[in-house]
């Protein structure tokens, strides 16, 4: 494993309000991490620190072992910036723009034609390179926003917000250019979405109010989704198990019980064939994992707020 990035008790303040605070944060190459929180809890501060447009009151950021603030130049190098607006000039094409931005990264000339095909041919861009910027759908700008930022070829690449404002086939198409650009590099994003988390990210870390209140790896399936149900006494697993559109149950005790539903039932379906089956229903609610726990019970009751 190459430790792309690493991260040590990053703390900013804007004025009189800390937007971050004790933030540890690493990334091998190979992973896509996401970071995770609601609007306002730190996530473009932190990518903004991590990107090197923003310096910090306190911790050390690492690229490839390059302190990013002794060293910014080298080691901006190593990383690609994808900010929550691309930086896109809509009176140039796609590639007179894409040359600007080869210069800004200071490819050496003869090598730009060579970078601009390939960065188009990642994100599908090939037919697009006499396309003016302005005529551009939003989901073909993010692939170029992305385009820019890979240009180089950098080792870790950072991707704030990425599939915002998208319509769900473009962001499918995004999701499997991130896990795909993801074969050779590190990449960062940040989200405020969970299930978007759960789609392209190998780890998450959840933010709230400038701090990681959570950082683990994400199981390889997504997690079965299942109901949690209390009946009244008394009551047995085999008649949970038996009942119609039920595909599995476990008993956790005290008439509670883990459900797994067939694939096209529903938990109105759940409770009717309860009722129907003469037994009575106390409680019924969503089965979640950890991550979906910590989830919900910080982000979940603020939205609800
Ligand atoms: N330049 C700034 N000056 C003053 N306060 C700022 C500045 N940038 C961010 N903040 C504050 O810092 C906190 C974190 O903001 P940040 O933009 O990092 O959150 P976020 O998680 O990216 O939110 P969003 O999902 O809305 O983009 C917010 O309270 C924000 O108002």
């Known amino acids: 494993m190459e430790t792309l990035v690493r991260v040590t008790d990053l703390s900013r303040r804007f004025g009189s309000h800390l937007a971050l605070s004790g933030v540890n944060l690493c990334l091998e190459r190979g992973e896509v991490l996401g970071l995770l929180g609601p609007n306002g809890a730190g996530k473009t501060t932190c990518l903004r620190l991590l990107g090197g447009m923003l310096a910090p009151d306190g911790g050390r950021i690492e690229i490839q072992g390059i302190d990013l603030a002794r060293r910014p130049l080298e080691a901006k190098r190593h990383l690609g910036y994808l900010p929550e607006r691309p930086p896109l000039y809509p009176e140039l094409r796609v590639d007179e723009y894409l040359t600007f931005c080869a210069r800004l990264h200071r490819l050496p000339r003869r090598r730009i034609g060579e970078a601009i095909e390939e960065a188009k041919h990642r994100c599908g861009l090939e037919d697009a390179g006499r396309r003016l ?7 073909f700008r993010q692939r170029l926003g992305i385009a820019q930022a890979i240009l180089h070829k950098p080792a870790l690449l950072i991707l704030d917000e990425p599939t915002e404002g998208l319509d769900p086939f473009q962001m499918r198409e995004l999701r499997g250019l991130i896990r795909e650009l993801a074969h050779d590099c590190g990449i960062i994003l940040s989200s405020h979405l969970l299930p978007e988390v759960q789609a392209v990210c190998d780890r998450v870390a959840i933010l709230y109010q400038g701090q990681i209140r959570f950082d683990d790896y994400l199981p390889a399936e997504q997690p079965v989704y299942g109901w949690r149900i209390r009946l009244g006494p008394p009551s047995s697993v085999a008649q949970v198990a038996d009942l ?6 476990l008993a ?3 008439d509670r019980y883990r459900v797994m539903l067939a694939d096209d039932a529903t938990s109105a379906d759940l409770a009717r064939v309860i009722l129907l089956a003469g037994l009575e229903l106390r409680e019924l609610i969503p089965d979640r994992s950890d991550l979906e726990r910590v989830f919900f019970d910080l982000i979940g009751v603020e939205e609800a707020a």
């Not at 910027?133 to 939003?138: F, G, W």
Request: net charge positive; glycine share 24%.
């Open 133 to 139: 910027i302005a005529k551009l759908s939003k989901g």
């Open 244 to 249: 119609p559109g039920v595909a599995g149950a």
């Open 252 to 254: 956790l005790g005290d």
